[in-house]
């Protein structure tokens, strides 16, 4: 029997400025789920992150959420100044079957002091009380965009033993390489405003990635030969000199425009290994 997703967006339409950030994006989130997010610097990665969390409103498409399944979503740059302390921000909003107990416990491993204020917080720190912050909820999916960032490589291995250890579902962006590598097991690729899904960590899927660019273009010679041969078709046939047969003429143009969509620059994720300097 096939289990639903716990989490589907399903053919997301967004435009910015004009432009089309999303032509038809799908994100499905089952249960055990633990996947990589790429995509090249503005493909929309955080955007559909957003858009999964329930921040952002697409212009067109599903977003379906299980009822009674939970979210927890870790912006790339968290806003906590709402919070007087440390601990206040971490026990907000917890469910009640959460000890608080156990939000002050992540604070200490992390190496936050429960009552450390808000306002005036280092990047390291921000993020450490941020992750407690969503951990702490034990929810049933979590999206974390760039969770290593401002993280010393103490802190990077303590969250990823916490992740790996965690029944929750997993939705990571990260440019740590090793980060993604160690914890996933399906990859979802934006790629000019489409999303195509690897089944496989992200370990493999650069060889998967190349492997499917390299047979798009196999595919798209092949159809330039193919309109290369109807042009001359309509030039020099005889059928072409004595009536013109809109048929071809419709699926010419048809091709053409195949053609100059599959010829925009591909989105090709770069993920580079980093060790950050150790934070505040």
């Known amino acids: 029997m096939t289990v639903p ?17 999303f032509e038809s994006a799908d994100l499905n989130v089952g249960p055990g789920a633990r996947i990589a997010l790429v995509g090249r610097n503005g493909a ?4 559909l992150l957003k858009i999964a969390a329930g921040w952002v409103e697409p212009d067109a498409g599903e977003r379906f959420l299980q009822p ?8 790339q740059e968290p806003d906590l100044t709402r919070y007087p302390t440390a601990i206040e921000c971490v026990s ?36 450490r009380i941020a992750l407690a912050q969503v951990i702490a909820k034990s929810p ?3 999206l974390l965009d760039e969770p290593t960032n401002h993280l010393d490589v103490a802190a990077i291995t303590w969250l990823e033993d916490r992740l790996a250890a965690m029944r929750a579902s997993l939705v990571v962006i990260s440019h740590d390489r090793r980060f993604l590598e160690t914890l996933t097991n399906e990859t979802v690729w934006i790629d000019r405003g489409y999303t195509r899904t690897a089944g496989l960590g992200f370990a493999k899927f650069e060889s ?10 196999t595919a798209r010679h092949k159809l330039g030969r193919k309109i290369v041969a109807e042009e001359d078709w309509m030039r020099y046939g005889v059928t072409a000199r004595r009536k013109r047969n809109m048929r071809r003429v419709r699926e010419l143009k048809a091709m053409r425009k195949e053609l100059r969509e599959a010829r ?16 505040g």
């Open 140 to 142: 049933d999916i979590l």
């Open 68 to 75: 009674g399944v939970s979210v927890s979503y870790l912006p």
């Open 5 to 21: 997703p716990l989490l589907t967006l399903a053919d997301i339409r967004l435009t910015f400025g004009g432009d089309a950030l």
């Open 208 to 217: 998967w990635r190349d492997k499917f660019l390299e047979e798009e273009k």
């Open 44 to 47: 929309g990665k955080s955007t």
């Open 92 to 127: 907000s909003d917890l469910p009640a079957s959460v000890d608080v107990h156990g939000a002050r416990l992540l604070l200490e491993e992390l190496g936050v002091a429960p009552d450390r204020a808000t306002t005036d917080l280092s990047g390291g720190e921000a993020k």
């Open 264 to 279: 925009r620059t591909p989105g090709v994720a770069t993920m580079k290994a980093t060790a950050a300097a150790a934070s």
